[in-house]
């Protein structure tokens, strides 16, 4: 659960920390006045994309910190796995840092980690519902995953069964494809003749590994031989064959050294050093000399390096930078034509193959859905009780089944029918849900999978969207149940819904030295009353609006 939240510079609010409370959490305040900041911030620290104008104006760098703990084994597991300490106190902080520049970082207990993986890991701690989910409940396509979430591990080891023959079936039919690519016999003829002359192209060239390299080297030398051999020149003169030299010099010390060393040890020392250098100096110059006599002059050898050099980088430009790439796309480029020289005899393999995989992959298909029919009919009975608990206990419900194509996901279509009314005929759910009605449907699908999945805080923005009234004291109701086993924190314009907060937070903006700033302040006793008697009439709180407001109050107690 989130234990607390800090932000500093973040939109409106220049610095703010928020304790939350374990159970039922309400967030309320006048329209405006910054309560989806709230939401934006936790969003950043859960792995959302950001947008560098929820950045405060005038700053550099924004910060958005949670402090979380968590019983959660699989997300201490992974932490672990990604060598990130959890401490015995199994409290988690996670920061994302933002910047004027339109970069962020995030860090989890103080290591930097992608975006990727903070997802993960706070996905297992958090379930942030907004009107999105509502929408994406109206989306078909959609259907599949919330049948398939509601299964977790269950449904993942025939998932899992299924996508292994799948994916081969799909590499199967890649392959077929390529060779069947419905192209006539001229165009084929025409593959065959460029792969030829690819082929003939690179192989008459002999090309050799890090030849070019040498090429490259050789023809810088050819290209100063003249500058060497008369540095190499001197060299030699100097060391060796001059009339003052190295060599001669050293021999002379040689020798005077010599006569004394048998004085002292450290003479004698001297005296070997002395005549080693003198060998060593006489190797590098017989070196040097071999070198220079060895020097080409020759024009004709170096017009052939550069033909050998043009030879290899026309290769270069048309199938690959270095000549390692050329060798790969030669190999590539003999293996397609093999392919369609003899495509008929592979199609006929390829063919006979796909055709036991699709067997296969039917029987792994149908196990699938018989584990998705057999859990939608436990889906179906929970659902109906939770909507019956949100005062809809006329609703008929049920997950349909059709078959389509294999997909990665199986051959199942699911769609969500519903009947929210007595003696109506079911259709889809995006044909007959009001806001209200999908309001409800979601907030006891959430109920559901909140119980599977171990998620240890649910926050809901906009979970009052199209209901009031009796509608919103029951929702209220049921937050406040769920509350008991699972950290809420819910944002809401609903006097109903609010009167069931364990901890009630107030939102406010206000205006200093011509700057705007969003505050959040805990309401004790009697400022909840008043919180709540604005929720019920606005701006004009009367006596009688303040009894209603505490009316609300103990009946939610109640």
Known sequence: MILEMYMKNCALIEELRLSLDRNLNILTGETGAGKSIIIDALNLCLGSKYDRSFLRKGTDKGLIEIVFYTENQKVIDFLEESEIDVE?????????????????????????????????ITGMMVDVHGQHQNNALLDTETHIEFLDLFGGDYLDKYKKDYRKTYNKYSEVRKSLNILNENKDDMQIQREIDLLNFQINEISSANLNEGEYQELLQTREIYRNSEKIYNKLNLCYEGIHNGEINVVDLIG???????????????????????????????????????????????????????????????????????????????????????????????????????????????LKATELTLARKELAIKLEKLLLVELESLNM???SFRVKFTEGEFTYDGKDNVEFMVSFNLGEDMKPINKVASGGEMSRFMLAFKTILADIDGTDTLVFDEIDTGISGVAAQIVGEKLANISIKKQIVCITHLPQIAANATTHFCIEKNVQNYRTFTNIKKLNENTRVEEIARL??????TEKTIDHANEIIEIAKQ
């Open 393 to 395: 206990k006329h609703v």
């Open 88 to 120: 015995d106190d199994n409290l988690i902080i996670v920061s994302r840092v933002i910047f004027s520049d339109g970069k962020s970082s995030a860090r989890v207990n103080g290591r930097t980690v992608k975006i990727s993986s903070l997802k993960h």
């Open 252 to 362: 002379i010390v040689s020798k005077e050294l010599y006569d004394i060393a048998e004085y002292d040890v450290k003479l004698e020392e001297f005296s070997n050093d002395i005549e080693r250098i003198m060998y060593e100096l006489q190797d590098i110059s017989s070196g040097i000399r071999d070198y220079k006599e060895h020097i080409n002059f020759e024009p004709y050898v170096l017009e052939q390096i550069e033909i050998r050099i043009n030879e290899i980088n026309n290769l270069r430009r048309k199938y690959g930078d270095t000549i390692e790439d050329i060798l790969k796309f030669y190999d590539k480029t003999v293996h397609r034509l093999d392919e369609i020289i003899n495509r008929d005899e592979k199609v006929e393999e390829l063919k006979k193959e796909l055709t036991s995989l699709e067997e296969e992959l039917t």
């Open 536 to 541: 019920i009439s606005g701006s004009k709180i």
